[in-house]
């Protein structure tokens, strides 16, 4: 993968998120763009490649939010490894993956969060709200994805070598 | 991923928070542009009325207006020279006046990049920006400073979850010549919290509101001794609602600032 293309879209990413997530929140329902960064980056790079710029994005993301340092990195681990598992099954550029793959990511960072406000608090977050912001991020995720999926020529994605058994 | 989960459910927040580099203007280059033009986009096509807090009703005229403002000059001159006199007799070195004297401006570069209340500021601790350090905008208390470094500046609004202060109700009232007169209803200061919704909650027995006679549109003032005095009184939000609590003989109320603080473009430090 090229780390430059990687960072671009991460830089990019967390400022549009940091710009723009209050003016497009819905009701109280907040997307997560760079979650779908994280989709697109674990679903289409090498296995070694994603877990590792996912969890950057992560990194990025819990030093720009007021939560515990850790958080973010953790739940887009989490959902690297279970979007890496998926790539040899799903179809990368159909809607529909994108959609189901962004909710189910973000549930699982909901799930993060509300497991952490719930042992250590002392913020306290809302299962309902949480739950809304991840249906609203999924169905921006194949609006966004969708276009960034033509793009991905410019992060190099390599194939995962075959092992040639002698 | 390993230290990701000791970071963010083992490690204590104290320690993990002074690895928690202060990156904002990092990303001030995408967020502040991008985020003027939604500014820009939603007074464009949002039909957002100002709202008149004396009468927050039916907005009055023109010159109701005036006759008031002018009338809120004279009383302010007069309270001025007042205080003045005050300030020579007393012995005591504190910091009383006019608020925006002590504090100094900031842009805000966009809200918190997760699902918490707080703003980045385009500010770093070279502009005197600590921790803990109050943060208002023009209609009131903000929040407090939550995080400052040599990257950027965090704040953590009133309305976050994470957020709690005294407060006191209080409401303006008008004298039998038509002076506007601000009434502070009760002495004893309640637990005001923030909800994580752009809200606030506090929590009261039916007994004490009904002794205070709260209602809708009063507003609630800052009454904490962990604020600087300059702040006592100033405005934290405006009652939206009044509703029983599921604890049996217990009212909670609703409080809401001014204005939508994650919206905010530019804020006041309290710095000097």
């Known amino acids: 993968m090229r780390w430059l293309s990687y960072f671009i879209l991460a830089y990019l990413t967390l400022g549009l998120q940091i710009g723009l997530s209050d003016y497009l929140t819905i009701g109280s329902a907040r997307p997560d763009l760079v979650l779908l960064a994280v989709i697109f980056i674990a679903i289409n790079a090498p ?10 994005l992560g990194i990025m993301q819990d030093l720009t939010t007021q939560n515990t340092l850790g958080l973010f990195a953790l739940s887009y681990g989490l959902v690297a490894m279970f979007v890496v598992s998926t790539q040899q099954v799903v179809y990368r550029a159909h ?4 959609f189901s793959l962004a909710l189910f990511g973000m549930l699982l960072t909901s799930l993060v969060l509300l497991l952490h406000a719930w042992i250590r608090g002392p913020e306290r977050l809302s299962p309902m709200l949480m739950f809304y912001s991840a249906l609203y991020t999924a169905v921006l995720a194949p609006i966004l ?5 033509r793009a991905r020529r410019a992060f190099a994605f390599q194939p995962p070598r075959r092992k040639v058994r002698v | 991923m390993l230290l990701s989960f000791l970071s963010g459910f083992i490690i204590s927040p104290r320690i993990s928070s002074r690895a928690q580099a202060s990156v904002q203007n990092i990303f001030s280059p995408v967020a502040r542009p ?15 009325a100002v709202r008149d807090l004396g009468s927050p009703g039916a907005t009055r005229t023109s010159a109701e207006l005036i006759v008031e403002n002018n009338r ?10 007042q205080l003045e006199r005050l300030r020579e007799r007393d012995a005591e070195r504190e910091k009383l006046g006019d608020v925006r004297d002590l504090c100094s401006p900031f842009n805000v570069i966009g809200a918190d990049s997760g699902p918490r209340d707080s703003l980045m500021l385009g500010a770093t601790s070279f502009d005197h920006v600590a921790e803990a350090m ?10 407090r400073v939550w995080r ?3 990257g950027g500046v965090q704040v953590m609004l009133v309305t976050d979850s994470q957020s709690k202060l005294t407060a006191s109700f209080a409401r303006f009232t008008k004298s039998p010549d038509g002076t506007p007169e601000f009434k502070p209803l009760a002495a004893d200061a309640i637990l005001v919290q923030g909800t994580g919704n752009k809200k606030m909650t506090a929590q009261i027995s039916q007994r004490m509101a009904g002794e205070i006679g709260v209602r809708l549109e009063d507003w609630v003032v800052l009454s904490d001794r962990d604020w600087p005095t300059a702040l006592q009184g100033y405005r934290v939000g405006r009652v939206t609602q009044v509703t029983p609590a599921r604890s049996p003989g217990f009212v909670i109320i609703r409080i809401e600032p001014d204005s939508d603080l994650m919206r905010l473009r530019e804020v006041m430090v309290m710095n000097k």
Do not use: E, K, M, N
């Open chain 1, 47 to 56: 296995h070694d490649a994603a877990l590792l710029g996912c969890l950057g």
């Open chain 1, 145 to 149: 994805l969708g276009p960034l999926q």
């Open chain 2, 34 to 48: 991008v985020g003027a033009i939604a500014h820009w986009t939603h007074d464009r096509f949002s039909h957002d």
């Open chain 1, 95 to 98: 809607p529909l993956t994108h």
């Open chain 2, 72 to 81: 809120l000059r004279i009383r302010l001159a007069s309270i001025q020279g």
């Open chain 2, 148 to 150: 400052a470094g040599i």
């Open chain 2, 134 to 143: 109050p943060v208002l905008y023009p209609g009131g208390i903000a929040g």
